[in-house]
């Protein structure tokens, strides 16, 4: 298998009954098949085996599609979206549209894509503003579906944003140690902790990190959880059931400091690092989208990097000041250090973080020392939510204080985000370069300022 092309595929899951109209499929072979990977009814190719031919004419007669349209890879053997289902007729729908709106930058599947696109990052949640340019304000990454949760009546609750399926009893075995919590998921199969879902030994597992954040809701607390629509705070039954407002863990080691592993509380949301000889919740998850290998969501890379690209693929520094994040589409600013620290609230007359992070742009005479060359205009710079934030922090490649790679100046303490404490306005999460950890504090602190930009 190309392993430089494995880097860059993402993992699509269609069922059998997904179906594509000929203009669709025809936009895909020009825009899009090298960055998909299909496994769906119907199919007898597999990535792997197409993977294997290095000519057009074994790869054509295997009925794999050769690339030769350079995005990013030209010359590739890659599965063809369009034979892997025989049914060209009808439209992507229901669960297939949510996961591949998300995975292909979440364009209008009715019509014919305009530009390839990376996975963008999910909002919040959080939609109440204190502030202009908080995350309440400009409430940016992919919007939720409605409904967010599908309650499948087998035990079983679907995200219907990532595509991950949860245990509905979300206090099945109480408090266990890391060790024991992973084993009890792993165990987990139909008949036990009232599943009916047909589920084996070996189909769950623990959630990682950011599967685990990836329930919480920014806006609520007691516990941190979305209902069934999305749109309101979570209680017994909507859709879980026995969630505690407590530390759950999550399968992510610290990679800083090894006997430790990330947990997240849900009560407030806040991601805690614990000994793995703790005692704390078990909440098992199997399927989706985000795989059990990684703390970093999968992403279609189909856009190249224009400039240079580090050695597993994730950051590309793209010479004009700003560093992109090629699993997320989210651009940086290559200085880390170029915002400073400042506030959230302060005093009238002075600058606060939002505002701080809004003089950047190209051109900006706040820019000073910033190296901005990208063309970017005013407003397009802003400070990152939480999600935004956090992720850098893991999977592939994550970005710490000795560990920057494009990045320059990136402080060993607290960086800012644009999203509100729910329980208390006057604070705010922030984000550790130093350990990956995060946490709230009030607004009057001043802490760093790493603006970032996006086209959602």
């Given at each position: 298998?190309?392993?430089?092309?494995?880097?860059?595929?993402?993992?699509?899951?269609?069922?059998?009954?997904?179906?594509?109209?000929?203009?669709?499929?025809?936009?895909?072979?020009?825009?899009?098949?090298?960055?998909?990977?299909?496994?769906?009814?119907?199919?007898?190719?597999?990535?792997?085996?197409?993977?294997?031919?290095?000519?057009?004419?074994?790869?054509?007669?295997?009925?794999?599609?050769?690339?030769?349209?350079?995005?990013?890879?030209?010359?590739?053997?890659?599965?063809?979206?369009?034979?892997?289902?025989?049914?060209?007729?009808?439209?992507?729908?229901?669960?297939?549209?949510?996961?591949?709106?998300?995975?292909?930058?979440?364009?209008?599947?009715?019509?014919?894509?305009?530009?390839?696109?990376?996975?963008?990052?999910?909002?919040?949640?959080?939609?109440?503003?204190?502030?202009?340019?908080?995350?309440?304000?400009?409430?940016?990454?992919?919007?939720?579906?409605?409904?967010?949760?599908?309650?499948?009546?087998?035990?079983?609750?679907?995200?219907?944003?990532?595509?991950?399926?949860?245990?509905?009893?979300?206090?099945?075995?109480?408090?266990?140690?890391?060790?024991?919590?992973?084993?009890?998921?792993?165990?987990?199969?139909?008949?036990?902790?009232?599943?009916?879902?047909?589920?084996?030994?070996?189909?769950?597992?623990?959630?990682?990190?950011?599967?685990?954040?990836?329930i919480t809701h920014d806006g609520y607390y007691g516990p941190s959880l979305p209902d069934t629509a999305?749109?309101?705070?979570?209680?017994?039954?909507?859709?879980?059931?026995?969630?505690?407002?407590?530390?759950?863990?999550?399968?992510?080691?610290?990679?800083?400091?090894?006997?430790?592993?990330?947990?997240?509380?849900?009560?407030?949301?806040?991601?805690?690092?614990?000994?793995?000889?703790?005692?704390?919740?078990?909440?098992?998850?199997?399927?989706?989208?985000?795989?059990?290998?990684?703390?970093?969501?999968?992403?279609?890379?189909?856009?190249?990097?224009?400039?240079?690209?580090?050695?597993?693929?994730?950051?590309?520094?793209?010479?004009?000041?700003?560093?992109?994040?090629?699993?997320?589409?989210?651009?940086?600013?290559?200085?880390?250090?170029?915002?400073?620290?400042?506030?959230?609230?302060?005093?009238?007359?002075?600058?606060?973080?939002?505002?701080?992070?809004?003089?950047?742009?190209?051109?900006?005479?706040?820019?000073?020392?910033?190296?901005?060359?990208?063309?970017?205009?005013?407003?397009?710079?802003?400070?990152?939510?939480?999600?935004?934030?956090?992720?850098?922090?893991?999977?592939?490649?994550?970005?710490?204080?000795?560990?920057?790679?494009?990045?320059?100046?990136?402080?060993?303490?607290?960086?800012?985000?644009?999203?509100?404490?729910?329980?208390?306005?006057?604070?705010?999460?922030?984000?550790?370069?130093?350990?990956?950890?995060?946490?709230?504090?009030?607004?009057?602190?001043?802490?760093?300022?790493?603006?970032?930009?996006?086209?959602?």
């Amino acid at each position: 298998m190309n392993k430089i092309l494995t880097l860059v595929t993402v993992l699509v899951t269609l069922s059998a009954s997904t179906a594509f109209s000929q203009d669709l499929c025809d936009s895909y072979h020009d825009k899009y098949r090298v960055c998909i990977e299909v496994g769906a009814a119907g199919s007898n190719v597999d990535y792997d085996d197409c993977g294997t031919y290095t000519n057009e004419t074994d790869c054509n007669n295997a009925d794999c599609f050769w690339n030769d349209q350079g995005l990013p890879f030209p010359g590739t053997c890659v599965v063809d979206i369009c034979l892997a289902d025989s049914n060209l007729s009808g439209r992507v729908s229901g669960a297939d549209l949510t996961v591949l709106k998300r995975d292909l930058g979440r364009m209008d599947c009715e019509t014919t894509p305009d530009v390839p696109a990376p996975a963008p990052v999910e909002k919040t949640g959080q939609t109440t503003s204190y502030a202009t340019g908080d995350d309440g304000d400009l409430e940016k990454g992919v919007a939720w579906p409605n409904p967010r949760f599908t309650d499948n009546g087998d035990g079983t609750v679907t995200d219907n944003l990532t595509g991950l399926i949860w245990l509905k009893n979300a206090n099945c075995f109480g408090t266990r140690s890391w060790n024991n919590a992973l084993s009890d998921s792993n165990g987990l199969s139909s008949g036990s902790c009232g599943l009916t879902d047909g589920s084996n030994s070996g189909d769950w597992r623990l959630p990682n990190k950011r599967e685990l954040i990836s329930i919480t809701h920014d806006g609520y607390y007691g516990p941190s959880l979305p209902d069934t629509a999305g749109t309101g705070n979570w209680s017994q039954g909507d859709p879980f059931n026995n969630v505690q407002s407590d530390y759950y863990w999550s399968a992510t080691t610290n990679a800083s400091s090894t006997n430790y592993t990330w947990s997240v509380h849900m009560y407030y949301g806040y991601v805690y690092d614990a000994y793995k000889t703790n005692y704390y919740y078990v909440w098992p998850v199997r399927g989706g989208i985000v795989g059990s290998t990684t703390t970093t969501i999968p992403a279609s890379v189909c856009t190249p990097c224009e400039g240079t690209l580090s050695a597993l693929g994730r950051w590309c520094d793209q010479g004009d000041g700003t560093v992109k994040d090629m699993t997320t589409g989210l651009v940086w600013l290559k200085k880390a250090d170029w915002g400073g620290m400042y506030p959230l609230w302060a005093d009238f007359g002075s600058t606060d973080a939002h505002h701080r992070a809004a003089q950047l742009w190209d051109g900006s005479t706040y820019e000073g020392t910033a190296g901005l060359s990208d063309g970017s205009d005013e407003g397009e710079w802003r400070l990152p939510t939480m999600t935004q934030l956090v992720g850098i922090t893991d999977g592939n490649e994550y970005i710490r204080d000795n560990q920057m790679y494009f990045f320059t100046g990136v402080q060993s303490y607290f960086y800012w985000s644009g999203t509100s404490y729910a329980p208390n306005p006057h604070g705010a999460w922030w984000v550790s370069m130093y350990g990956g950890y995060w946490n709230n504090d009030n607004k009057d602190n001043p802490y760093y300022v790493w603006p970032v930009r996006s086209d959602n």
